[in-house]
C-alpha cells in the first residue's frame, strides 16, 4: 500500500493505493450538523491547511450504529461529529470515468455509508468512480419543523453533489458523467432528486424505492409531534435542540417502529402509511414543490436515463408466514407502480427484477438482497447463504458499470425487463 495525495477546495486529503485502487474515506462535504448548525441547511466545510487523512471511514450520522444485529448488513457506529461525509473510490487520479454517486439504504433513520457491503473497491477496479455519502437520519434530516428549513437530509445530498461536481475530476472522475443511485430509502431519494431539476448528474438507477413515498406536510407533522411527544419537548426545532443527537435518533427509530406496528392513517396521516416510512421528503412548498412522484411521471423533472427494478419478493422477510399478503405488497408498493413510472415517463427507461432467490428459509429474492450482486461484494450480507452465485454478481456488477460509463445496461428500454437470476434473461411485460 502507498499513499495518494489529492487536492480538493476545501484542503488537501490524503488517501490509499491498494492494490490499482485509491481510497479516500470520511472526507467533509459540509460542516458537521450540530451547535449553530443543527436543524439547518448544510453549511460550507471550513478550509484546513496542511493534508487531511482520508484513510478510515468517518463519523456516521446519529442513527446508524442503533441496531447492528437488527438489519442484515453490518451497520457501524464510528463517534464523531463531521457525519456529513463521503467516501471515494478511483482507478486513477486522472482522465474522465464515469461517476455513481451512492445514497444508502435504512428507512431514513438507520444505515450509513461504512457498511462493508457497499464497498467501493469493484466499481473502481472497473473503470468506475464510486462515491458514496452519508447524510442526516431521523428527526435531524427530515422531522418536518415550523422553525427550520425542510428536508435537511435531502439537502445534504444536494450538498454532496455539488461538492462531487466541483471536486471529483481530481479523483479521476468527469462531473459530467454523474450516476446518482441508491436503495431502499435511499432509492426514494434518487426520485425526489430526479424531481428537483438540479442538473448535478446524467443518470439515476432507483433500487428497490417507493416511488410514491414523499409525505404531504400536515402528515409529516404528525410525525415530528410523536417525535416531541417522546421526548418531552414542543415540536420545534429549538425545542429539540436540547435533545442529545443520540437520545432524539433511538426517539426517531422507537417512532419509525411504531408506524411500521400499526399504520394507522388516523394517527399518521395516509401519506406517511402509504410510505410505510415515518421520515421521507416532504413537499414542502419551497425545497420540493410538488411530489416527486407527479414531476417524475409528467416529465417536468431532470431529464436522465433512468435504471430502475425491484426484487420478486420484496417484503417476504418482513412478513414472515404470509407469503401472500407479501406479494400483494410487492406488487402495489414496487413493481405496479415501476411499471407505471415506465410506461409513461418521458425519456429512457431500463427495467429490471432481481429475482435469484436465498437458500435461506422465508427470504427468497428479498429487498436488498441484491446489493452484494451490484458492489460485487458477496458475503456481507446474512441474507445470501453460502454460497451466493458468483456469476449473477458478474452480471448484474457489469449492467451498473455499463449504465454507469453509458447509459447502456445491456438490455433494451421498457418494455423489455431483465431479469436478474440463474440464468438471467430478458422478457417482456
Not at 421 to 428: G, K, L, N
Request: aromatic share 8%; glycine share 12%; hydrophobic share 45%.
Amino acid at each position: 500500500m502507498r499513499d495518494a495525495v489529492v487536492h480538493t477546495l476545501a484542503g488537501d486529503v490524503r488517501g490509499r493505493w491498494t492494490d490499482e485502487v485509491a481510497s479516500f474515506l470520511g472526507i467533509p462535504y459540509a460542516a458537521a450538523p450540530f451547535g449553530p448548525h443543527r436543524f439547518r441547511a448544510p453549511a460550507a466545510v471550513t478550509p484546513w491547511t496542511g493534508v487531511r487523512d482520508a484513510l478510515e471511514f468517518g463519523p456516521t450520522p446519529p442513527g446508524a450504529g442503533l441496531i447492528p444485529g437488527g438489519d442484515p448488513f453490518p451497520d457501524p457506529k464510528i463517534p464523531g461529529e463531521d457525519c456529513l461525509n463521503l467516501n471515494v473510490w478511483t482507478p486513477a487520479l486522472t482522465g474522465k470515468r464515469p461517476v455513481l454517486v451512492w445514497i444508502p439504504g435504512g428507512g431514513n433513520v438507520m444505515g450509513s455509508a461504512a457498511q462493508s457491503v457497499y464497498g467501493g473497491a469493484a466499481f473502481a477496479r472497473d473503470g468506475v468512480v464510486l462515491v458514496s455519502i452519508n447524510h442526516r437520519l431521523g428527526a435531524e434530516g427530515f422531522a418536518h419543523l415550523p422553525d427550520a428549513p425542510a428536508n435537511r437530509g435531502l439537502r445534504d445530498q444536494i450538498a454532496a453533489l455539488e461538492w462531487v461536481r466541483d471536486n471529483i475530476s481530481a479523483f479521476g472522475g468527469d462531473p459530467a458523467n454523474v450516476t446518482v443511485a441508491g436503495l431502499s430509502a435511499g432509492a426514494g431519494s434518487v426520485m425526489s432528486l430526479l424531481s428537483l431539476d438540479t442538473g448535478l448528474f446524467r443518470r439515476a438507477i432507483i433500487q428497490s424505492g417507493l416511488l410514491r413515498g414523499a409525505h404531504a406536510p400536515e402528515d409529516a407533522a404528525l410525525v415530528t409531534a410523536r417525535i416531541a411527544q417522546h421526548a418531552g419537548v414542543e415540536a420545534t426545532a429549538q425545542a429539540l435542540s436540547a435533545i442529545e443527537p443520540e437520545t432524539l435518533a433511538g426517539i426517531a427509530l422507537a417512532v419509525y417502529g411504531e408506524l411500521q406496528a400499526d399504520p394507522d392513517p388516523a394517527v399518521w396521516g395516509t401519506t406517511t402509511t402509504g410510505s410505510a416510512l415515518a421520515f421521507s421528503t416532504v413537499v414542502d412548498g419551497s425545497l420540493v414543490t410538488v411530489d416527486p412522484w407527479q414531476r417524475v411521471l409528467d416529465g417536468s423533472g431532470q431529464e436522465t436515463d433512468l435504471m430502475v427494478g425491484c426484487a420478486s419478493d420484496e417484503l417476504l422477510r418482513m412478513l414472515p408466514g404470509a407469503a401472500d399478503v407479501a406479494t400483494t405488497l410487492t406488487q402495489a408498493l414496487f413493481r405496479g407502480p415501476i411499471n407505471e413510472l415506465a410506461e409513461h415517463r418521458p425519456g429512457r427507461t431500463f427495467v429490471y427484477e432481481f429475482a435469484w432467490r436465498s437458500p435461506l428459509p422465508g427470504v427468497g429474492a428479498a429487498h436488498g438482497l441484491d446489493i452484494g450482486f451490484v458492489f460485487d461484494t458477496l458475503g456481507h450480507s446474512a441474507l445470501e447463504g453460502d454460497a451466493p452465485p458468483q456469476d449473477l454478481a458478474d452480471t448484474m456488477h457489469q449492467a451498473w458499470i455499463s449504465f454507469a460509463r453509458d447509459g447502456a445496461p445491456g438490455w433494451s428500454e421498457y418494455p423489455s425487463v431483465m431479469r436478474f437470476d440463474t440464468p438471467a434473461e430478458i422478457v417482456a411485460r
